[in-house]
Each structure stands twice: as structure tokens, then as C-alpha cells.
């Protein structure tokens, strides 16, 4: 019979916790200089998944015996814990933060393109396939940030009017940016068969995908708002 010490159970689920973040987060997985191998959709299933996920990490640290931890080990429970309540409450913020203000949504299409997309080898068949599956799920993450915005307004939750005007200016002005670290510039060296992909991925689906949230905060929601 194998024992678990609760320094175990803790670095254990330490780890665990790390490794499920840097799966779902991009910006957080190039950071530290971890290969993204997925964008995650930003919908409000996956922050459902996220919540359930951290909720079981949560019971299960209850369970570690923190008298047997050092003060160090015990500094890093108390945090994990915190940042498990945060993990829990993820649906909650889906539906209450704004992903079009410009500290969130313009951060995240200003930041995360130029770093995810400019370091991956395209020399590589293998890196060039995941180059493309990367730049469809980011123009799948920007048609969910619109739809996360229709379905806060159906709620009547509103950006309020007075920011309104700031943030489409935001919107305006990173969408080019993001649609250009996306695509491949003449002088990178790509197959025609991945420039071709990726072409059509931006012009077919993210360029629209960014009209239309820009669209979405437009004469009528302000109206509303």
C-alpha cells in the first residue's frame, strides 16, 4: 500500500493545477515557454469546465493534512486554495466581466497573437499544422467574445455608455494588428499549402469575426446601454 504523504497530496495537485492551466490558457503556456497546442474557445462551457475541474482540486485539498506541512508548503495551500476559488467562480465572471473593454479584450488580441503565432516553425510540416488548427481556434475565440457580448446584453448587462466609445476605438485599432500577426508575411517561409490555409482562415473567418464584434457595440447597444 502505497502512502501519500500530504506534502505529496499537495505538490501533486500543485501540479495538477499548473498543467490544467497552461493546457486552456495560451498567453499563460507561451509565457513560460510551453508549446500551445490549443485555443481555447472562451465560451461558457469551457469556464463551466473549469469551475467543476477546480472544484474537484478544491475537495480534494481539504483533505490534506496541513499541521504536516512546513510553513512554506502551507503559504502554498493557502494559495492554491485562493486560486481555486477564483478557478470556481469562472462562470460567474463570464457572465459579469466585459471581454470588449479595452483592458481585456484589447490586451488579449493586441498580446496573445504576436506572441503565440511569430515563434512557431513553419519550416516544419508538423509546426505548420498546428500553426493553421491555432489560427482557426483564435477566430473561433473572437466570434465567442461577440457572442458572450449578445448573450451579457440579452441579461441587460451593458458596457457602460461613457466607456463605450473607448473601447470600439480599441477594437478598431487592434484588429488589423491581430489579423496581421495571424498572417504569414511574404518573406516568411511557409509551403503554399500553409499560406493558402492560413490566408483563408484570416480573410474567410477572423476578419469578419473582428467586424462583427465591433459591429456588435455598435449605434444599437449603445442605445441601450
Known amino acids: 500500500m502505497t502512502i501519500v504523504t500530504a506534502k505529496q497530496a499537495l505538490d501533486a495537485l500543485v501540479s495538477e493545477t499548473w498543467e490544467a492551466l497552461v493546457e486552456r490558457d495560451p498567453y ?27 472544484r474537484a482540486r478544491r475537495d480534494r485539498l481539504e483533505q490534506v493534512d496541513v499541521s504536516k506541512l512546513d510553513r512554506t508548503d502551507r503559504l502554498t495551500a493557502a494559495f492554491l486554495r485562493h486560486w481555486l476559488d477564483v478557478e470556481v467562480d469562472e462562470p460567474q465572471r463570464w457572465w459579469t466581466n466585459f471581454g470588449i473593454a479595452p483592458y481585456s479584450g484589447g490586451a488579449f488580441l493586441s498580446m496573445v497573437p504576436s506572441l503565440l503565432f511569430t515563434s512557431i516553425d513553419l519550416s516544419d510540416p508538423t509546426e505548420a499544422a498546428r500553426y493553421v488548427k491555432l489560427a482557426g481556434e483564435f477566430a473561433d475565440a473572437v466570434e465567442v467574445m461577440r457572442e458572450r457580448v ?21 477594437l478598431a485599432g487592434v484588429a488589423p494588428s491581430a489579423a496581421s500577426a495571424v498572417l504569414l508575411a511574404e518573406d516568411r517561409a ?36
Open 28 to 54: 499563460t503556456a507561451a509565457s513560460a515557454g510551453r508549446k500551445v497546442t490549443r485555443f481555447g474557445r472562451g465560451d461558457l462551457a469551457e469556464a463551466e469546465a473549469t469551475a467543476n475541474a477546480a
Open 190 to 225: 511557409a509551403s503554399d499549402e500553409t499560406r493558402a490555409a492560413v490566408k483563408a482562415i484570416v480573410e474567410d473567418r477572423l476578419k469578419p469575426a473582428l467586424a462583427r464584434l465591433l459591429e456588435t457595440v455598435g449605434a444599437e447597444y449603445e442605445a441601450a446601454a
Open 150 to 170: 449578445l448573450a451579457q446584453a440579452e441579461r441587460g448587462w451593458r458596457l457602460p455608455k461613457p466607456a463605450l466609445a473607448n473601447a470600439r476605438r480599441t
